[in-house]
C-alpha cells in the first residue's frame, strides 16, 4: 500500500497551491479519503474528506470557502485544491484512507512572503 502527496512548496500569501496523493496497492475507488495537516508540536488536524465516490465532502472551519477536495477514482488520486492561503495554513499536509488507516509520508506546504 502506498499513498505518495505531492505539490507542496513554498507559496506567498493569498497564493494556491494544488495537492495531490496517488494511492496504489488497494482498492481506492472504494474509501474515503481525507487529507490531514500537522505543526510542530501540535496534534494532527483534518482539512477535509471526501466519500469513496466523491458525492460527500466535509471540511474544517479553516477550509471552508478556500480548499477544495476531490478525486479521480480513475487515476486512483485525491485531490487538495487550496486557495487564498495564509501563514497559519503552513504545515506538513497528509494524505489518509480513512476505513484502512493508512498514512502517506506528507508534503510540506509553507506560506511566507
Known amino acids: 500500500v502506498q499513498l505518495v502527496e505531492s505539490g507542496g512548496g513554498l507559496v506567498q500569501p493569498g497564493g494556491s497551491l494544488r495537492l495531490s496523493c496517488a494511492a496504489s496497492g488497494f482498492t481506492f475507488r472504494l474509501y474515503g479519503m481525507s487529507w490531514y495537516r500537522q505543526t510542530p508540536g501540535k496534534a494532527r488536524e483534518l482539512v477535509a474528506r471526501i466519500s469513496s465516490v466523491g458525492d460527500s465532502t466535509t471540511y474544517a472551519d479553516f477550509g471552508k470557502g478556500r480548499f477544495t477536495i476531490s478525486r479521480d477514482n480513475g487515476k486512483n488520486t485525491v485531490y487538495l485544491q487550496m486557495n487564498s492561503l495564509k501563514p497559519e495554513d503552513t504545515a506538513v499536509y497528509y494524505c489518509?484512507?480513512?476505513?484502512?488507516?493508512?498514512w502517506g509520508q506528507g508534503t510540506q506546504v509553507t506560506v511566507s512572503s
Open positions: 489518509h484512507c480513512t476505513a484502512k488507516n493508512y
